[in-house]
T-cell receptor, first 117, second 116 residues
Framework: AQTVTQSQPEMSVQEAETVTLSCTYD???????LFWYKQPPSRQMILVIR??????QNATENRFSVNFQKAAKSFSLKISDSQLGDAAMYFC??????????????FGEGTQLTVNP | DTGVSQNPRHKITKRGQNVTFRCDPI?????LYWYRQTLGQGPEFLTY????????KSRLLSDRFSAERPKGSFSTLEIQRTEQGDSAMYLC??????????????FGEGSRLTVL
């Protein structure tokens, strides 16, 4: 079974600064998806960024980018120019490409990000 | 609003009572998922449907839990004889099997259960 570990329960960053959230995972599969989801307080979880394991290029979405190290099974999220609206719980998630898994996600424990003005 | 809708948003019940949550997925999505999230933790998979078929159930889904998706549209999650340990946020998500299959799940805002 796949596992996802986020070793930073809490992180803080000053507004306009850069912060990196860590995630490691364990799998025996060679192809899979990795995601970062954001969960603001009392609001639904939304997708921040997605990475396909077969792609060597790191995904980027505006101020959000990942550092995907497949051999190390590491998938960190970098938030540049942090904004107050970035404050939320961030979850790293794994999804197998095998249809037998039904596309379900395996989540890490989450990292609570605080953005200080 | 064409997102995933969950009702009720918050339910407070006494131990031993039955509760039911409803999820309306995005209309063109044929896959529907239920997750449970306790405070400060990541969501844990409970079960998922493809159309009306329940294809997988987690070991977390005890006999007191039952989920249905009778017409392949909305789904209900019922918890019988609730226990205090059932207190959690119950999240529903949906996705489309049809391409482009991005692997992304779309989540609702959740139904928070408090068992007294």
């Amino acid at each position: 079974a796949q596992t996802v570990t986020q070793s930073q329960p809490e992180m803080s960053v000053q507004e306009a600064e850069t912060v990196t959230l860590s995630c490691t995972y364990d799998t025996s599969e060679s192809d899979y998806y990795l995601f970062w989801y954001k969960q603001p307080p009392s609001r639904q979880m939304i997708l921040v960024i997605r990475q396909e394991a077969y792609k060597q290029q790191n995904a980027t979405e505006n101020r959000f980018s990942v550092n995907f190290q497949k051999a190390a099974k590491s998938f960190s999220l970098k938030i540049s120019d942090s904004q107050l609206g970035d404050a939320a719980m961030y979850f790293c998630a794994y999804r197998s490409v095998k249809e037998t898994s039904g596309s379900r996600l395996t989540f890490g424990e989450g990292t609570q990000l605080t953005v200080n003005p | 609003d064409t997102g995933v809708s969950q009702n009720p948003r918050h339910k407070i019940t006494k131990r031993g009572q039955n509760v039911t949550f409803r999820c309306d997925p995005i209309s063109e999505h044929n896959r529907l998922y239920w997750y449970r999230q306790t405070l400060g933790q990541g969501p844990e998979f409970l079960t998922y449907f493809q159309n009306e078929a329940q294809l997988e159930k987690s070991r977390l889904l005890s006999d007191r839990f039952s989920a249905e998706r009778p017409k392949g549209s909305f789904s209900t999650l019922e918890i019988q004889r609730t226990e205090q340990g059932d207190s959690a946020m119950y999240l529903c998500a949906s996705s489309s099997y049809r391409s482009p299959n991005t692997g992304e799940l779309f989540f609702g805002e959740g139904s928070r259960l408090t068992v007294l």
